[in-house]
């Protein structure tokens, strides 16, 4: 801050002048703007194309390509865009040419795929086979002590607690077991999809390859 001393009050009228000028435009904060705010122009485009001038760019604009020039019209400087979001579409462009390149060199034509889905299913259907059977047991055995249990009462016994116990557990045992059984069936339907997608993304590669 410039401030008026002694000495100023002793100086000539426009120097005290001068100086209280100087005073109030550091006040104002007017001696601290960027470079360009000061004769300088800042020119952008907007998303129909029309070329704008101002002081500064409007938010909307601001990840655009804009330039700041002097009143003569000499460019002074250039502010590219954000390129973030092209990389992230660029990046995912490639990602998507390397699985397209990986899916026509694994198979010659759509039924190819169709094997290959019915391969990797092979494992969880017998997976499922193999926990439906250990939940009929489940139920075998739960069926067979709650029948016991149910004489008991209607004889006016006690049921023993090992055979309560012994239901509890066929009753976690089938819980678990389903659980299990549509965890696999889930993994299936996500397997199928996958390949349908690749036999989609296949078609449509060799429909465009050969359309060419």
């Keep these: 801050m410039v401030s008026i001393t002694n000495k100023t009050k002793n100086a000539s009228p426009n120097l005290v002048l001068f100086a209280m000028l100087l005073s109030c435009l550091f006040s104002l904060n007017l001696l601290s703007q960027p470079a ?20 500064n760019v409007p938010a909307q604009y601001a990840n655009t ?10 460019t002074i400087k250039r502010n590219k865009p954000n390129n973030i979001q092209i990389e992230a579409i660029d ?9 397209d390149k990986a899916l026509v060199d694994s198979f010659s ?30 139920l075998k055995k739960l069926a067979e002590n709650q029948n016991s249990a149910n ?8 049921v023993p607690a090992d055979l309560n116990a012994e239901i509890k557990s066929n009753i976690a045992d089938i819980a678990k077991q389903n659980q299990l059984i549509n965890e696999r069936k889930a993994a299936m ?19 465009k390859t050969n359309s060419l």
């Design 151 to 158: 004489n008991l009462i209607k004889n006016h016994k006690p």
């Design 65 to 74: 390509e804009n330039s700041v020039i002097s009143p003569q019209g000499i």
């Design 109 to 138: 034509n759509a039924t190819e795929i169709d094997l290959a889905r019915d391969r990797n299913l092979q494992l969880d259907l017998v997976a499922v086979e193999s926990l439906q059977l250990q939940k009929n047991n489940s």
């Design 36 to 55: 360009y705010s000061a004769g300088k122009i800042v020119k952008w485009k907007d998303e129909k194309g029309n070329t704008h001038y101002g002081d």
């Design 91 to 99: 990046a995912a462009k490639q990602e998507q040419d390397k699985k």
């Design 189 to 207: 339907e996500n397997t199928k999809k996958r390949f349908d997608d690749d036999k989609i993304r296949f078609l449509a590669i060799k429909n």
